[in-house]
């Protein structure tokens, strides 16, 4: 009996032993792949170098091609996850057409003339395309923790917020390279408020979930971005971030009633915020007006006496679209109309590109080398001072670079991702759920209207926020339609073959990325040797930053034209003459570079040659008194007396004793001509 009761004991202790839960472990955060996609987001943004031109886009194309690979080498390659995800529905058609426009852009590439130019852009394309493939993988293999993605998001806008309202007001907290105030770290002004606007909608959603301490970040965060986006004055920033708020606003109250009593309560606060806040900016505005304006008369009468007392130089190297200063003339430009229709002007040039190129475009990243043969005028351009490297409007862009099969093939996958977030709003019936779509919607909504007047596509920070949005949508459409009872496919172990692909272009990224940085490094350096006119130290970097695979710095200038004019200046003239021609060859289209060539003419002498080169500069720029100068000087000396004074005419020579001496010696010249062929008549 003992015994039985014993082994009857052993068997109840066996059974309970059986029925314990298995306690599974926590994973790790770097074996979550959606925790990769969000230090990706967090950190980016903040990666710059002070030794490039462009000091975000090299290098962020670097980091974001060398983080890729880590990624891939770790859960793929160490790891050994399935590469392959099953895509549905219209899932797989969206995807299916962002790789189709990836593949038509590189046919596009054979109508480019800058073939360089076209690669760069190929290698973003599949970039991107990758980015988004790593996402829908991350999210269909992974528990989306989207409040993760807030809380980052959160914190890099205190960071931004802070940096631009330090530019803006000048606290000297903070210097970061890049263009006119306040810049933050996207080197631009437009692209700062774009992309304050484009992490709205995670902001938003940080305001809504969290709680305790992550509220007060969140509450913060919205702070500081309505704030940059205000002080940003970017009118596209300002648009695209009313529409977030209305889009989510409006998503809350019809798709979530228990959110409604919230959300009005929130908007107003956030509205009576916002009116504070702007308000505090213009009574800054207010106190600081009438010094600056008081600077800025000291300012143009010191540059006006500057500029009488120097010499005019002819050598249009010189002469630097990001570094001179605007005349009196050019700053009727400034002006919100102006502005407007500068990108009118643009935009009817385009049109000239699309009927040209309907099918093929002018090749990736060609449309800045093409469009000005296309020019119609009455813009800052045709002064000279600066250069059009973009047409402010993404959907222009891919039309003239791509064609209309790229422009089909691209914005349809931007519809399909769209309509994919807006079926699981629609049929989901969890409220978290619903208002994720809602945001991602809200995030599409400003990329696609700020894309309207701005250039969003060019920054690596936007089309990772865009590409991040795109893959969550997508992974939340397959997961919602995901059939638990469905067996999963198994694939070949040949697939994980597909790692040395990727990998291998990933290590191209990275290396085209690091040419890029080198080429503007060492462009940079000649532009100094070149204002110390150390001829021999500009030749030495031209040879050092020369590439195979990069041919324009951002203003869209070779290296070439630098080393044509340290060989010009050292009376090498047959190897400036083959830098020059190198130079058009790369840009046809350019009045700097057509200016270089024309200073080697007329230094050899060939002043006819010099004459016509001259005046097609002039066709794209035709008031650039730089091009206006060397003509003169050309007409003068192959004694074109009456073709010099008409050129004469077209530019303000008034206190510039140089060309005043031109015009009494092309007067003299001109009136002897005319007396003596007078007394020739009279003689006959």
């Given at each position: ?333 400034n002006s919100g109309s102006e502005s407007i229709n500068e990108r009118l002007v643009v935009w009817q ?68 991702v769209l309509t994919c977030a807006m079926i699981v709003l629609f049929k989901s019936k969890k409220s ?253």
């Amino acid at each position: 009996m003992a015994k039985n009761k014993k082994n009857k004991v052993i068997k109840e202790k066996k059974g309970t032993n059986k029925e314990l839960p298995v306690v599974m472990s926590k994973p790790r955060f770097w074996n979550n792949q959606l925790n990769w996609i969000i230090v990706l987001m967090f950190i980016l943004p903040f990666v710059y170098s002070r030794k490039s031109m462009e000091p975000s886009l090299s290098p962020r194309f670097i980091f974001e091609s060398s983080f890729l690979l880590v990624y891939h080498l770790y859960f793929f390659g160490i790891r050994q996850e399935k590469y392959f995800v099953k895509f549905k529905k219209l899932a797989s058609y969206a995807f299916l057409l962002a790789s189709a426009f990836v593949l038509w852009s590189i046919v596009t590439t054979f109508s480019s003339i800058n073939f360089e130019e076209s690669i760069y852009e190929v290698s973003r394309n599949v970039l991107n395309l990758l980015l988004l493939f790593t996402v829908i993988h991350a999210v269909v293999n992974s528990k989306l923790d989207f409040i993760m993605f807030s809380r980052m998001v959160a914190v890099a806008v205190i960071i931004h917020g802070f940096i631009g309202l330090d530019e803006n007001f000048g606290w000297g907290n903070t210097k970061f390279p890049g263009g006119a105030s306040p810049h933050g770290l996207m080197a631009n002004r437009n692209l700062f408020g774009s992309a304050m606007a484009l992490m709205f909608p995670f902001v938003i959603y940080s305001v809504y979930k969290d709680k305790g301490m992550w509220k007060g970040v969140g509450v913060l965060s919205m702070i500081l971005l309505t704030s940059s986006i205000i002080v940003a004055q970017t009118r596209a920033a300002w648009i695209s971030g009313f529409l977030v708020l209305i889009i989510a606003v409006v998503g809350v109250l019809v798709f979530l009633p228990d959110l409604r009593k919230k959300t009005i309560s929130l908007f107003v606060i956030g509205f009576a915020g916002m009116a504070i806040v702007f308000g505090l900016i213009k009574y800054h505005e207010l106190l600081n007006e009438r010094p600056q304006k008081r600077n800025k008369k000291v300012e143009i009468t010191e540059n006006t006496k500057k500029t009488t007392e120097n010499k005019p130089n002819t050598d249009d190297s010189i002469v630097e679209s990001e570094s001179v200063k605007e005349t009196t003339i050019l700053k009727r430009f400034n002006s919100g109309s102006e502005s407007i229709n500068e990108r009118l002007v643009v935009w009817q040039e385009s049109i000239g590109i699309i009927k040209d190129n309907p099918v093929l475009g002018v090749g990736p990243g060609n449309w800045k080398v093409t469009v000005p043969y296309y020019r119609i005028g009455g813009i800052r351009n045709d002064y000279g001072k600066i250069v059009r490297i973009r047409p402010h409007n993404i959907y222009v862009q891919i039309l003239t670079e791509n064609g209309v099969i790229g422009f089909v093939l691209y914005y349809g996958s931007w519809v399909l991702v769209l309509t994919c977030a807006m079926i699981v709003l629609f049929k989901s019936k969890k409220s978290n759920q619903k208002l994720i779509m809602i945001m991602l919607i809200a995030g599409f909504a400003s990329f696609a209207s700020d894309g309207m007047f701005s250039f969003p596509l060019e920054r690596y920070e936007h089309t990772l926020f865009l590409f991040v949005m795109m893959g969550l949508a997508i992974g939340c459409y397959l997961n919602h339609f995901k059939d638990k009872k469905e067996v999963e496919p198994q694939y070949a172990k040949w697939t994980r073959l597909l790692l040395i692909p990727i990998v291998g272009f990933l290590a191209w990224n990275i290396f085209l990325g690091m040419e890029r940085h080198r080429f503007e490094y060492h462009m940079n350096r000649a532009k100094a040797y070149q204002k110390r006119k150390d001829n021999n130290k500009i030749l030495l970097e031209a040879i050092a930053g020369k590439s195979k695979y990069v041919s324009l710095d951002p203003n869209k200038d070779p290296l070439e034209i630098q080393s044509a004019m340290a060989y010009k200046n050292l009376k090498n003239y047959d190897k400036a003459m083959i830098e020059a021609k190198q130079a058009l060859a790369y840009n046809p289209h350019s009045t700097r570079n057509l200016n270089t060539l024309g200073t080697i003419y007329t230094e050899t002498k060939k002043y006819d040659s010099a004459i016509m080169t001259y005046k097609k500069a002039l066709y794209y720029a035709p008031y650039y008194e730089v091009t206006l100068k060397n003509l003169a000087l050309n007409y003068l000396y192959s004694k074109d007396y009456k073709s010099c004074l008409e050129t004469l005419e077209q530019f303000n020579i008034e206190g510039d004793e140089y060309f005043e001496k031109v015009f009494k010696a092309a007067t003299y010249h001109f009136n002897k001509q005319q007396t003596e062929s007078k007394n020739e008549e009279t003689g006959e």
